[in-house]
């Protein structure tokens, strides 16, 4: 059997007060985590290298055409799940993620970006942070982030 592994790539964009952006997703309950707010970013298309996506997601998101991107970090991680039954203590992996992390200035003021998806585009500091609700893994990847 054949896992299903899924790449996707995003951008932590910074302002110049140490904000990052932020993308309230659509209330759809059809998607993950509706109305919840997370890092610039999306599922990568076939053929695509990370920066390439996290750069194309970006600018479907904000308008923003990125210049330099750095680096920051990736994250692996999988999706399991056990069918019941007599075995159901043992978990079988049913899909692999892969999340590649970049990071950037953002020189342009909220004001000035396009919101391309979700409901609202928001700078928001580490503080913040603590009363929004947040998608994926998205918290823990920006307390790594301030925290380093």
Same mark, same amino acid.
């Given at each position: 059997m054949? $896992?299903p592994? &899924?790449?996707?790539?995003?951008? $932590?964009l ?16 059809? $998607? ?14 076939? /053929?695509?290298t ?13 308008g923003?055409?990125?210049?330099? $991107?750095?680096?920051?970090?990736? #994250?692996?991680?999988?999706?399991? /799940? ?6 159901a203590?043992?978990?079988k992996?049913?899909?692999?993620y892969e999340? #590649?992390?970049? &990071? ?8 000035e ?5 979700g ?6 500091s ?7 609700p947040?998608? #994926?893994? &998205? ?7 301030? /925290?380093?």
């Amino acid at each position: 059997m054949t $896992i299903p592994r &899924h790449m996707s790539a995003g951008v $932590i964009l910074v302002d110049r007060e140490g904000r990052v952006l932020m993308q309230l997703r659509d209330a759809n309950p059809a $998607i993950m985590y509706p109305g919840h707010w997370g890092i610039t970013g999306g599922a990568a298309e076939p /053929g695509e290298t990370p920066e390439q996506a996290a750069r194309r997601e970006v600018e479907e998101e904000t308008g923003l055409t990125l210049g330099r $991107i750095d680096p920051f970090r990736a #994250y692996y991680f999988q999706e399991t /799940g056990n069918g019941g039954g007599a075995k159901a203590s043992r978990s079988k992996t049913r899909a692999e993620y892969e999340l #590649y992390l970049f &990071h950037a200035p953002c020189e342009k003021p909220v004001e000035e970006l396009v919101c391309g998806e979700g409901q609202a585009l928001r700078f928001v500091s580490p503080d913040e942070l603590e009363e929004l609700p947040i998608a #994926y893994n &998205h918290r823990d990847v920006l307390a790594d982030f301030f /925290g380093s």
